[in-house]
Structures are given as structure tokens and as C-alpha cells.
């Protein structure tokens, strides 16, 4: 069910004071390791002027404390209620990883889960890894690492709610600004710790 309507009172980016220290340094992090100002060719076919392979900064161990650090306390901020968090795999696995890390040392844990591109081709057949962590109606957070058009950011919403899951968020590591955004918000509101504006002089 769509949730457009929620989405106003959520900011395009996550900037708590808190948090500027970590988030400036997992910045840093991110454009040393993962950004490439060159000709690509995206995932979606697009050409682009820029790449950003967030991977290579969440699989640090620095990436991975920092990622977990902000992640957790913009849930915390803009989606209280969520009790698991999880995406499409592979970009979201390890910063559901480091989410579910730093929210059990925090006191306040949330469980992780995993959504396959495509479904088990045994035992369950299902989507989902981790359901037996979850029970229906479960509020969560969606998490992304970069998101272009929004596609896997909604497949990733569309599979939770039809494991029964309440998705209250979507959260991404790096919103390109291309067009994504606005598809994600018609199906859930929508945060990114940065945009391309971060990286790349308008």
C-alpha cells in the first residue's frame, strides 16, 4: 500500500547534530573509496558521469562502525516504532549487518533480514531470509545502498509487505538524484544520508 502521504514529514537527508562528526567522516570515507567521477554504464542502463560503489566503504570496518552509528540513530529519529531492518541483496547486507550490530550494543535491538533477487530455489522458496526473527505487521526499515531509479528499492518494499511486513522507511546510504526518489516515495517516505550534490558541485 502506497505511503506517499508520509513522506512529507520526512526530510530528503539525515543530518542530525548529533551525528555530524560521523557522518562527515563516513563522507570522507565513501569519496575516497567509493566514488569515481568517470563515464559508466549503471545497473538501470543509464550512462552516468559518476560512479559510486558503496561497497567498497560498507565492507570496511570503519565503513561498517559508521554506517551502523547513523543508520541507527536516524531510525531512531524518523522511524521509532521499527523492530527489523533489511534489503535487496547484495548492497543492503552489510548495512543491515551493521545496523543490527550497533542497535545490540545500543540497547535497542533490531533485527536484520535479507531479500533475495530471486526466490530460494529450495526449502522455503521464499524471498525473505530471517523470517523466523519477524512476525506479521512487523514495522521495518528498508535499507539501500545507492539509490538511481528507485526499482530496487521498491521491489525490496513490495517483497517485505508481501511477507506480511509494516515497511515504515526506506534508507539509503546515497540518493543519486536522478528521477529515484519520487517512484520510492509513492510506494514509502524516503531518507538518504547524502546525495550526488555531496560528491559533485551542481
Do not use: W
Amino acid at each position: 500500500m502506497p505511503r506517499a502521504a508520509m513522506s512529507n514529514d520526512i526530510p530528503p537527508t539525515f543530518a542530525a547534530e548529533k551525528m555530524a562528526g560521523p557522518r562527515m567522516q563516513l563522507l570522507e570515507l565513501l569519496t575516497e573509496k567509493s566514488f569515481q567521477e568517470r563515464p559508466v554504464v549503471l545497473s538501470s542502463g543509464r550512462k552516468s558521469n559518476f560512479y559510486i560503489d558503496c561497497k567498497q566503504t560498507s565492507l570496511t570496518a570503519e565503513g561498517h562502525f559508521l554506517i551502523g552509528q547513523i543508520f541507527c540513530a536516524a531510525i531512531e529519529k524518523h522511524a521509532p516504532t521499527a523492530e527489523a531492518i533489511g534489503g535487496l541483496t547484495l548492497g543492503a547486507d552489510p548495512l543491515a549487518s551493521a545496523t543490527a550490530t550497533t542497535s545490540y550494543i545500543g540497547g535497542r535491538p533490531l533485527q536484520a533480514f535479507l531479500i533475495r533477487k530471486e526466490a530460494k530455489g529450495h526449502g522455503t522458496e521464499e524471498y525473505l531470509e530471517g523470517m523466523s526473527n519477524l512476525r506479521s505487521g512487523m514495522p521495518v526499515v528498508i535499507l539501500e545502498d545507492v539509490v538511481t531509479t528507485g526499482a530496487s528499492t521498491i521491489k525490496a518494499i513490495e517483497r517485505a509487505r508481501a511477507a506480511g511486513l509494516d515497511v515504515v522507511l526506506a534508507l539509503a546510504l546515497v540518493d543519486r538524484d536522478e528521477g529515484g526518489r519520487e517512484k520510492v516515495e509513492e510506494h514509502a517516505p524516503l531518507l538518504s544520508l547524502f546525495t550526488r550534490h555531496d560528491f559533485m558541485a551542481p
